[in-house]
């Protein structure tokens, strides 16, 4: 019994993240389909007729995020939502091999904790967190992509004003983007001028970049630009108002984070603390260290403390994160 203790651990570990995920991916998955009828132009019924780029290539682009997913992982909502997030952050490693490093992570990080403890409760805990570093990773990253992203937008927005007041096209607009702006909003502006040079119309180079993006403040810009291509009118003014609204929205984020950083320290020294005076106490006095490790019932102790902390650390993080 106690061999396969901690593979049962490990199997409920991953079974509560499975539907945690799945939970919130239900609960955001009516906003992202809003969003993406929006942008696709499909938001009346299914026997609507096409827009003018035609069913095909709406559907096309609307279902490239899970082109290179296999069948059996295509149907599953989690494994679409990764293969965005992988897109995002690491664009070079598939689903399957990330799936493949993080069950290899979760058995490496087992197998040691095994070696060092001897324990069932510590290999499960260890299991379930090796699991879990290759997801915060690919988060982190993502995250500080779309925050680069949000920050370029407002003076790429300018730079493209200023092309289409001295006269040029949109299309030279993106062109010159994708040039002379950084990274990596400039490589999605010429990736998406790649595609319309190759054949591709606008409207959708454009939608298929604002689902690669995934960013409201960038989907306002791809909507102002497919309502003036229908409907007419001065586009760079409309990109100067949408420009100016962007900026006030990044500062009053800055000044929302600004207020809350005291909320978001005190965190951090709480969640530090107890982890602190573990290894004062340990030096101190050795046997309050071996009653924790060398015992069952405080090594159960110990994962318990480890799941509240962190526990604490994310009802923290949720607290003092507005969204503006």
Excluded at 263 to 291: E, H
Aim: hydrophobic share 45%; net charge positive; glycine share 10%.
């Amino acid at each position: 019994m106690e061999e396969i203790f901690p593979i049962l651990l490990a199997l409920t570990v991953a079974a509560f993240a499975w539907g945690v995920t799945a939970l919130v991916l239900g609960a955001t998955q009516g906003d992202r389909r809003k969003l993406t009828e929006r942008l696709t132009g499909t938001s009346g019924s299914a026997g609507s007729p096409a827009g003018p780029s035609g069913a095909g290539g709406s559907s096309r682009v609307a279902h490239s995020g899970a082109d290179h997913l296999p069948p059996v992982l295509a149907r599953l909502a989690v494994m679409r939502s990764l293969q965005r997030q992988l897109v995002h952050a690491f664009p070079e490693v598939s689903v399957a091999r990330f799936l493949g490093l993080s069950a290899g992570f979760a058995a490496g990080a087992g197998l040691v904790a095994i070696v060092l403890w001897d324990s069932g409760v510590m290999a499960g805990v260890s299991c379930g967190l090796g699991a879990i570093a290759p997801y915060m990773a690919v988060a982190r990253r993502k995250n500080r992509r779309q925050r680069q992203l949000t920050e370029q937008l407002p003076e790429a927005l300018d730079f493209l004003q200023r092309i289409l007041r001295a006269g040029h096209s949109l299309s030279t607009g993106l062109s010159m983007m994708g040039d002379e702006l950084p990274q990596p909003l400039g490589g999605e502006f010429r990736r998406c001028y790649d595609q319309h040079s190759l054949g591709q119309p606008l409207e959708d180079a454009l939608r298929e970049m604002a689902r690669r993006i995934e960013s409201t403040d960038f989907a306002f810009f791809v909507t102002a630009v497919l309502i003036q291509r229908q409907t007419g009118g001065d586009l760079s003014q409309v990109l100067g108002n949408i420009s100016g609204v962007l900026r006030q929205r990044i500062r009053l984020s800055q000044f929302v984070k600004a207020k809350t950083a005291e909320g978001r320290f005190t965190g951090y020294v709480l969640v530090a603390f107890p982890i602190l005076m573990f290894f004062i106490a340990s030096t101190m006095n050795k046997d309050y260290k071996r009653n924790l490790l060398e015992n069952s019932t405080g090594q159960t102790m110990l994962a318990v403390a480890g799941g509240l902390v962190i526990l604490g650390l994310v009802t923290i993080r949720k607290i003092t994160t507005v969204k503006v």
